[in-house]
């Protein structure tokens, strides 16, 4: 799509659902990987960055489809040995891909991940992903294109990123839930994503406590299961869309999603006088007097 040709002038009115959050999936879909077993994930969007991930996965050696009845529903299961190779004609399509490094290295011993592309914000360099592996003991190494990481057994360790990150806490942060020992990471990021990230791997079985702070201790266990999960909403298109009826001085209501993941968000629709109503899982933004 070249352009998206917008004529204004209406008030939006009404209720919408939430879709799942994408950002959220990518992360959720790249932990499947550590699985022993099979795992279910509901409401996942359909979006070509969630298909161009589940191609990697099959890629990868993993059975990762669709629902035929449940468009939003995706089962993923390892039916043999995995491949440590995430290929380049995959990769580009997708920064986010760049996550099963981790999961690669921690369930394999050994990953072959290309430098990631389809990122249109500009440079987003991957270097705090290879320290903190590194410093769980992954020797490191650039190849035609292609980071290496191999390691028989990842230990437990005490690292520090120069700055925050979500890709790289996550990423990590799946290498150390199966690694040996205890890993403590400092100046994680602390965004919703990140913690929903820790629940699911807790399901899993795995033992990562500190998630929303800027501080992680993670325990490595020597297996993880696989689990049923509901994505939750998507902060970012429920925020689009509460200020899109604002702005048209509207009445937008938008269900399943957490209030609580956008605080900050929802403070600044109420300086501009817009009502805002929460409930559990539902926003409501109503363009008051001003």
């Not at 033992?207 to 020597?222: F, P, T, W």
Request: aromatic content about 2%; hydrophobic content about 45%.
């Amino acid at each position: 799509m070249d352009r998206i040709v917008v004529e204004g002038g209406a008030r939006l009115a009404g209720e919408v659902q939430a879709s799942g959050s994408k950002n959220s999936c990518l992360a959720l879909l790249a932990a499947s990987i550590l699985a022993e077993g099979p795992s279910v994930l509901r409401n996942v969007p359909r979006l070509r960055d969630v298909d161009a991930m589940l191609e990697l996965l099959g890629a990868l050696g993993l059975a990762a489809e669709r629902d035929p009845v449940e468009e939003n529903v995706v089962r993923i299961e390892a039916r043999g040995a995995l491949q440590p190779e995430a290929p380049y004609e995959i990769v580009r399509k997708m920064r986010a891909s760049f996550m099963v490094l981790g999961p690669l290295l921690a369930r394999v011993g050994h990953a072959r991940v290309s430098e990631p592309g389809g990122c249109a914000i500009g440079v987003r360099p991957v270097d705090q992903h290879l320290k903190g592996l590194s410093a769980l003991g992954a020797k490191v190494g650039l190849e035609h294109g292609y980071v290496e990481a191999a390691a028989r057994r990842l230990d437990g360790a005490r690292f520090a990123f120069d700055v925050v990150t979500v890709n790289g806490t996550q990423n990590v942060m799946m290498a150390a839930s199966l690694a040996r020992g205890e890993t403590v990471i400092e100046n994680a990021a602390r965004e919703p994503e990140v913690v929903e990230l820790a629940d699911f791997l807790n399901r899993m079985g795995a033992d990562v406590r500190g998630a929303g702070s800027d501080r992680l201790v993670i325990r490595g266990v020597s297996r993880l299961r696989g689990v049923d999960h509901t994505v939750s909403g998507d902060r970012i298109e429920a925020g689009t869309l509460l200020l899109a009826g604002a702005v048209t001085r509207g009445d937008v209501t938008v269900r399943g999603v957490d209030p609580a993941n956008m605080e900050s968000m929802l403070d600044k629709l109420r300086e501009t006088g817009t009502e805002v109503e929460t409930s559990a899982d539902s926003v409501r933004a109503r363009a008051g007097d001003r």
